[in-house]
């Protein structure tokens, strides 16, 4: 029998932790508590030890932390990675947490997600439009994060069409990186020609062609990217063209990089990931409303999740120990209907009470595991992949 695709534990996360095998998950995502002073419960022993005000709140909050942070290291396999999120509360006490649970030379990005894109309006001061993801790989030079994704791809970007249909966009044949100059790689400082009106480039002079040698915009010395015999080889993919520059009209070289059917080319991800590419608080309300009602504040959008997923490989065994309001494994189920994958999530989150006179609570909901269970549930009846609970 296949493996469900979802599944859930109810309990607190420290205990479920204790009971998984070491080394049996690809990808943990969590999204912990910020600690803004009304979604962390301290325990009464953390305030007494601890001391009061904020060096004390920060003290708790990482003692909270630190035990679940090597809980999940210890379960995360040698290839693995964690994404954490966290907002500006905690981020630079826990990105040192990370450093030491983890080891600094394990860190891969701290990306800013752009969640609230109107920017927080309440209070003084500068209305925060973002949050971040902390990413370690649990080994480095093991991990097998491809920090790259196919859905970055626009249409957009190969804005260009060949006779054919394909679709491609103009890259500069010169290497525009000034470390790679005629001294540094002095074989791809050569002439070739070429012919602005019919496109034509070659590395030996022909009818109607002009000399070009690859130069930097400010009239210096560069190099081309492709050796003589590739560009022998592809001249299809190569374009002569009369372009403008800041010294005047001057005649280039330009490589037709072409647009591969999806799933064939991959971009690098940045570190800032915006609202409109993945989502925000907002969508992510949204989203919710639509499978269970507005019965959890404030979720993560699914497009947050599959972004993560991207970089992992689509049989990834995902772990998402404060799982909320279940949108990892909402995730996870998206993205394998979408591309055939076999990622499976288990999702752990405690039977922590709904606010009492909450949406949640005035829904049938007492316990926050209530909603991730139904949430999960009613992703397997309409997306699939099936649900179980341990
Ligand atoms: C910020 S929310 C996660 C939201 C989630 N990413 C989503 O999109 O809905 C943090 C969750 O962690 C749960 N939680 C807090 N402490 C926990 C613990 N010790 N064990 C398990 N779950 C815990 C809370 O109940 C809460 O639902």
Known sequence: MEPAWNTFVEGDNLDVLATLPADSFDLVYIDPPYNTG?????????????????????AAWLAFMRPRLEAGRRVLAPTGAIFVSIDDHEAAYLRLLLDEVYGEENFLAQVVVNLNPKGRQLGRGFATSH???????????QC????????????????????????????????TNKKFNPLTAPTLHF?????????????????????IKPVFGDGTPAVWRWSRPRIDERPDDLECRAVRGPRGERVDVF????????????????TIW??????????????????????????????LVRRILDTMPADARVL???????????????????????????????????????????????TVSAITRARLRAVADQVGGGYRER
């Open 38 to 58: 009304n979604d962390f419960a301290y325990r009464d022993d953390f305030r007494g030890e601890r001391g009061e005000g904020a060096r004390g709140r920060h």
């Open 131 to 141: 949050e971040y993801l902390l990413v370690y790989a649990r080994d480095a030079e």
């Open 144 to 175: 097998v994060l491809d920090a790259s994704s196919a859905s970055t791809v626009v249409e957009s970007d190969f804005p260009l069409e060949a006779s054919d249909g394909r679709r491609y966009r103009r890259l500069p044949l010169r290497n």
């Open 191 to 211: 002439a070739v020609w070429g012919d602005p009106s019919s496109g034509r480039v070659s590395t030996a002079p022909f009818d109607g062609a002009v000399e």
């Open 255 to 270: 490589q037709r990089d072409w647009r591969h059917p999806v799933g064939g080319r991959r971009k690098k991800l940045r």
């Open 274 to 303: 915006l609202a409109e590419e993945i989502g925000s608080t907002d969508t992510a309300v949204a989203e919710l409303k639509d499978v269970l009602g507005h019965v959890f504040e404030s979720p993560k959008p699914t497009g």
């Open 320 to 366: 998402d120990y404060f799982a909320g309001s279940g949108t990892t494994g909402h995730a996870v189920a998206l993205a394998n209907a979408a591309d055939g994958g076999v990622r499976t999530c288990l999702s752990v989150n405690a039977p922590e009470p709904t606010r009492v006179g909450s949406n949640a609570e005035r829904a049938g909901y007492a």
